[in-house]
Protein backbone atom coordinates (compact mmCIF):
# COMPACT_ATOMS: atom_id res chain seq x y z
CA UNK A 1 0.00 0.00 0.00
CA UNK A 2 1.45 3.04 -0.48
CA UNK A 3 2.14 5.46 2.52
CA UNK A 4 -0.53 8.21 2.37
CA UNK A 5 -2.43 9.31 5.41
CA UNK A 6 -5.25 11.83 6.50
CA UNK A 7 -6.03 13.80 8.97
CA UNK A 8 -8.14 14.24 10.52
CA UNK A 9 -10.12 10.73 9.58
CA UNK A 10 -13.59 12.30 11.22
CA UNK A 11 -14.44 16.07 11.26
CA UNK A 12 -18.13 17.88 12.30
CA UNK A 13 -18.06 21.52 11.78
CA UNK A 14 -20.57 24.82 11.53
CA UNK A 15 -21.39 26.79 9.24
CA UNK A 16 -19.06 29.69 8.40
CA UNK A 17 -15.77 28.19 10.22
CA UNK A 18 -12.65 27.40 8.58
CA UNK A 19 -11.43 23.83 8.22
CA UNK A 20 -7.80 22.33 7.25
CA UNK A 21 -7.09 18.85 5.83
CA UNK A 22 -4.06 17.38 5.62
CA UNK A 23 -2.88 14.78 3.28
CA UNK A 24 0.34 13.21 4.22
CA UNK A 25 2.85 11.16 1.71
CA UNK A 26 6.09 8.87 2.81
CA UNK A 27 6.38 7.78 -1.19
CA UNK A 28 8.25 10.82 -2.00
CA UNK A 29 5.73 11.46 -5.21
CA UNK A 30 5.57 14.49 -6.54
CA UNK A 31 2.42 15.10 -7.73
CA UNK A 32 -0.88 15.38 -5.32
CA UNK A 33 -4.71 15.51 -5.45
CA UNK A 34 -7.37 16.28 -3.61
CA UNK A 35 -10.90 14.54 -4.63
CA UNK A 36 -14.13 15.15 -3.02
CA UNK A 37 -17.12 11.96 -3.07
CA UNK A 38 -20.62 12.59 -3.52
CA UNK A 39 -23.52 9.55 -3.75
CA UNK A 40 -24.22 9.88 -7.94
CA UNK A 41 -21.00 11.88 -8.40
CA UNK A 42 -17.99 9.54 -7.81
CA UNK A 43 -14.68 11.38 -7.05
CA UNK A 44 -14.19 14.74 -8.17
CA UNK A 45 -11.12 16.66 -8.26
CA UNK A 46 -11.00 19.51 -6.38
CA UNK A 47 -7.16 20.97 -6.78
CA UNK A 48 -4.07 19.08 -7.23
CA UNK A 49 -0.26 20.21 -7.10
CA UNK A 50 2.83 19.05 -9.20
CA UNK A 51 5.70 20.42 -6.76
CA UNK A 52 6.17 22.28 -4.11
CA UNK A 53 4.54 25.49 -4.20
CA UNK A 54 2.76 24.51 -7.89
CA UNK A 55 -0.78 23.70 -7.26
CA UNK A 56 -3.35 24.30 -9.85
CA UNK A 57 -7.39 23.85 -9.99
CA UNK A 58 -9.77 20.95 -10.65
CA UNK A 59 -13.30 20.52 -11.94
CA UNK A 60 -14.89 21.35 -8.27
CA UNK A 61 -12.40 24.14 -6.81
CA UNK A 62 -14.78 26.95 -5.86
CA UNK A 63 -15.07 27.41 -1.91
CA UNK A 64 -11.44 25.49 -1.60
CA UNK A 65 -8.03 26.29 -1.49
CA UNK A 66 -4.59 24.42 -0.92
CA UNK A 67 -1.08 24.95 -0.23
CA UNK A 68 1.82 22.45 -0.34
CA UNK A 69 5.05 23.46 1.48
CA UNK A 70 6.99 20.22 1.32
CA UNK A 71 6.27 17.38 -0.53
CA UNK A 72 5.51 15.20 1.98
CA UNK A 73 2.31 17.25 2.60
CA UNK A 74 -0.74 18.54 0.73
CA UNK A 75 -3.43 20.46 2.79
CA UNK A 76 -7.02 21.27 1.81
CA UNK A 77 -8.82 24.22 3.20
CA UNK A 78 -11.92 25.51 3.61
CA UNK A 79 -12.00 29.10 4.13
CA UNK A 80 -15.46 29.19 5.35
CA UNK A 81 -17.14 25.90 5.38
CA UNK A 82 -20.81 25.70 3.75
CA UNK A 83 -23.53 22.57 4.16
CA UNK A 84 -22.81 21.73 0.83
CA UNK A 85 -19.14 20.83 0.88
CA UNK A 86 -20.38 17.98 3.40
CA UNK A 87 -18.39 15.26 1.64
CA UNK A 88 -15.92 12.15 2.07
CA UNK A 89 -12.50 14.31 0.83
CA UNK A 90 -9.65 11.92 -0.74
CA UNK A 91 -6.15 12.82 -1.22
CA UNK A 92 -4.01 10.56 -4.07
CA UNK A 93 -0.68 10.63 -5.47
CA UNK A 94 1.41 9.91 -8.42
CA UNK A 95 5.30 9.75 -9.17
CA UNK A 96 4.17 11.66 -12.24
CA UNK A 97 1.30 13.07 -13.98
CA UNK A 98 -0.23 11.33 -17.12
CA UNK A 99 -0.57 7.81 -18.43
CA UNK A 100 1.47 4.66 -18.11
CA UNK A 101 2.15 3.20 -14.62
CA UNK A 102 4.38 6.29 -13.36
CA UNK A 103 0.77 8.52 -13.51
CA UNK A 104 -1.56 5.44 -11.62
CA UNK A 105 -2.89 7.18 -8.50
CA UNK A 106 -2.96 5.75 -5.21
CA UNK A 107 -5.30 6.67 -2.49
CA UNK A 108 -5.53 8.08 0.95
CA UNK A 109 -7.96 6.28 3.57
CA UNK A 110 -10.26 9.48 3.25
CA UNK A 111 -11.88 12.15 5.53
CA UNK A 112 -15.20 12.70 6.55
CA UNK A 113 -16.44 16.22 6.49
CA UNK A 114 -19.81 17.05 7.94
CA UNK A 115 -20.62 20.94 7.72
CA UNK A 116 -23.80 21.29 10.04
CA UNK B 1 -16.65 16.86 -16.57
CA UNK B 2 -16.18 14.00 -18.70
CA UNK B 3 -19.29 11.87 -18.06
CA UNK B 4 -18.35 7.85 -17.48
CA UNK B 5 -21.61 5.22 -17.67
CA UNK B 6 -20.92 2.74 -15.45
CA UNK B 7 -23.20 -0.05 -14.79
CA UNK B 8 -24.73 -2.03 -13.50
CA UNK B 9 -25.09 0.32 -10.29
CA UNK B 10 -25.46 -2.66 -8.23
CA UNK B 11 -25.47 -6.26 -8.42
CA UNK B 12 -26.49 -9.15 -5.77
CA UNK B 13 -24.95 -12.59 -6.63
CA UNK B 14 -24.19 -15.81 -5.39
CA UNK B 15 -20.43 -16.94 -4.34
CA UNK B 16 -18.84 -18.83 -6.83
CA UNK B 17 -21.07 -16.93 -9.63
CA UNK B 18 -18.95 -14.93 -12.49
CA UNK B 19 -19.39 -11.13 -12.34
CA UNK B 20 -19.54 -8.37 -15.16
CA UNK B 21 -19.71 -5.04 -15.26
CA UNK B 22 -18.60 -2.10 -17.74
CA UNK B 23 -18.09 1.50 -17.95
CA UNK B 24 -18.39 3.87 -21.36
CA UNK B 25 -17.99 7.04 -22.16
CA UNK B 26 -18.48 9.81 -25.00
CA UNK B 27 -15.23 11.02 -24.88
CA UNK B 28 -11.87 8.76 -25.84
CA UNK B 29 -9.05 8.46 -22.91
CA UNK B 30 -5.81 7.26 -23.20
CA UNK B 31 -5.98 5.09 -19.69
CA UNK B 32 -8.94 3.06 -17.85
CA UNK B 33 -8.62 2.50 -14.58
CA UNK B 34 -10.56 -0.28 -12.56
CA UNK B 35 -10.51 0.55 -8.08
CA UNK B 36 -12.62 -1.11 -5.53
CA UNK B 37 -13.47 0.65 -2.55
CA UNK B 38 -14.13 -0.70 0.85
CA UNK B 39 -16.81 0.83 3.56
CA UNK B 40 -14.60 3.88 5.38
CA UNK B 41 -11.65 3.05 2.95
CA UNK B 42 -10.26 4.98 -0.26
CA UNK B 43 -10.11 3.27 -3.59
CA UNK B 44 -7.53 0.67 -4.41
CA UNK B 45 -6.24 0.12 -7.71
CA UNK B 46 -7.38 -3.48 -9.21
CA UNK B 47 -6.09 -3.28 -12.79
CA UNK B 48 -4.77 -0.46 -14.84
CA UNK B 49 -5.08 -0.74 -18.65
CA UNK B 50 -2.93 1.60 -21.04
CA UNK B 51 -3.58 0.50 -24.56
CA UNK B 52 -6.63 -0.08 -26.54
CA UNK B 53 -7.25 -3.63 -26.82
CA UNK B 54 -5.57 -4.60 -23.98
CA UNK B 55 -6.64 -7.26 -22.37
CA UNK B 56 -5.09 -7.36 -18.28
CA UNK B 57 -5.57 -10.27 -15.43
CA UNK B 58 -4.86 -9.64 -11.75
CA UNK B 59 -6.06 -12.98 -10.33
CA UNK B 60 -9.58 -13.48 -10.70
CA UNK B 61 -9.67 -10.30 -12.24
CA UNK B 62 -9.85 -9.72 -16.02
CA UNK B 63 -10.47 -6.34 -17.57
CA UNK B 64 -10.18 -4.98 -21.12
CA UNK B 65 -9.84 -1.63 -22.79
CA UNK B 66 -11.73 -1.14 -25.22
CA UNK B 67 -10.74 -0.62 -28.64
CA UNK B 68 -12.33 2.22 -29.21
CA UNK B 69 -10.98 4.12 -26.50
CA UNK B 70 -14.62 4.39 -25.37
CA UNK B 71 -15.55 2.01 -23.16
CA UNK B 72 -14.18 -0.84 -20.38
CA UNK B 73 -15.40 -3.80 -19.00
CA UNK B 74 -14.14 -5.58 -15.41
CA UNK B 75 -15.20 -9.39 -15.04
CA UNK B 76 -14.94 -11.12 -11.30
CA UNK B 77 -14.65 -14.56 -11.51
CA UNK B 78 -15.62 -17.34 -9.27
CA UNK B 79 -16.84 -15.05 -6.62
CA UNK B 80 -16.01 -14.55 -2.77
CA UNK B 81 -17.50 -12.76 -0.23
CA UNK B 82 -14.32 -10.34 0.04
CA UNK B 83 -15.52 -9.63 -3.29
CA UNK B 84 -18.24 -7.50 -1.81
CA UNK B 85 -17.65 -3.46 -2.19
CA UNK B 86 -18.29 -0.71 -5.12
CA UNK B 87 -16.08 -0.94 -8.00
CA UNK B 88 -15.09 2.08 -9.63
CA UNK B 89 -14.06 2.51 -13.25
CA UNK B 90 -11.72 5.48 -14.05
CA UNK B 91 -10.58 7.26 -17.10
CA UNK B 92 -7.54 9.42 -18.01
CA UNK B 93 -7.13 12.09 -20.85
CA UNK B 94 -3.91 13.34 -19.78
CA UNK B 95 -1.68 14.56 -17.44
CA UNK B 96 -3.88 15.16 -14.57
CA UNK B 97 -7.40 14.66 -15.55
CA UNK B 98 -8.90 11.72 -14.10
CA UNK B 99 -12.25 10.78 -14.25
CA UNK B 100 -14.60 8.47 -12.46
CA UNK B 101 -17.49 6.79 -12.89
CA UNK B 102 -20.44 6.51 -10.25
CA UNK B 103 -19.77 2.61 -8.82
CA UNK B 104 -20.69 -0.52 -9.12
CA UNK B 105 -22.19 -1.77 -5.59
CA UNK B 106 -21.24 -5.44 -5.38
CA UNK B 107 -22.81 -7.56 -2.98
CA UNK B 108 -21.83 -11.26 -2.70
CA UNK B 109 -24.33 -13.92 -0.82
CA UNK B 110 -22.60 -16.90 0.25
Known amino acids: DAGITQSPRHKVTETGTPVTLRCHQTENHRYMYWYRQDPGHGLRLIHYSYGVKDTDKGEVSDGYSVSRSKTEDFLLTLESATSSQTSVYFC???????????????FGPGTRLTVL | GQQLNQSPQSMFIQEGEDVSMNCTSS?????WLWYKQDPGEGPVLLIALYKAGELTSNGRLTAQFGITRKDSFLNISASIPSDVGIYFCAGQTGANNLFFGTGTRLTVIP
Open chain 1, 92 to 106: AISQLPGQGPQGTQY
Open chain 2, 27 to 31: SIFNT
